[in-house]
């Protein structure tokens, strides 16, 4: 595969979702969840913020997706810090001349209300792209009762040229 990666600017984004259960720690953007009565399941932390980021790094320099770099039949990453795989993306940005210059992001969940940890979410994902916390968009959306064993995320990002 060759890449020309010549735009000054390129669009990356990235979605996720993960079955919610009983018993399991719920944690988004890197941030636990207080209150959750239930968490993602998953075969690493199912930070489904972090892992459609993480997609979003890749897709914007067509990159593939995290299941190439970090299968989930790999006992390795049973458990896995997500933000381990953003910072495995972000190298590979970086070694191709690009950094990230805003994300937007959106979670789809019906309980909790995540309203009180925007900022939070925000500078744990700003910290992790090496970002301001104003370049972090968060939104929170329900699924209106449609999907309420459902955690789903998108995220989309701008790559900017730094070499
Ligand atoms: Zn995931």
């Known amino acids: 595969m060759t890449h020309s990666h010549t735009l000054p600017y390129r669009i990356g984004f990235g979605e996720d979702a993960h079955r919610l259960s009983g018993g ?7 941030v636990p969840i207080p209150n959750a009565e239930k968490g993602a399941v998953a075969h690493s932390d199912g930070d489904a913020v972090l892992h459609a980021l993480a997609d979003a790094l890749l897709s914007g320099l067509a990159l593939g997706d995290i299941g190439q770099y970090f299968p989930d039949t790999d006992a390795a990453h049973k458990g896995l810090d997500s933000a381990v795989i953003v910072a495995r993306a972000l190298e ?5 001349g690009y950094v990230p210059a805003n994300v937007a992001l959106v979670v789809t969940l019906d ?18 792209l090496g970002l301001p916390e104003s370049e972090v968009g968060v939104s929170f959306k329900t699924s209106e009762g449609l999907a309420p064993e459902h955690v789903q995320t998108r995220v989309t990002l701008l790559l900017v040229r730094s070499a």
């Open 111 to 128: 309980r909790p209300k995540l309203g009180p940890l925007r900022a939070a979410i925000a500078q744990n994902v700003a910290l992790l």
């Open 92 to 96: 590979l940005v970086r070694e191709r």
């Open 24 to 30: 399991r720690p719920l944690i988004l953007g890197g």
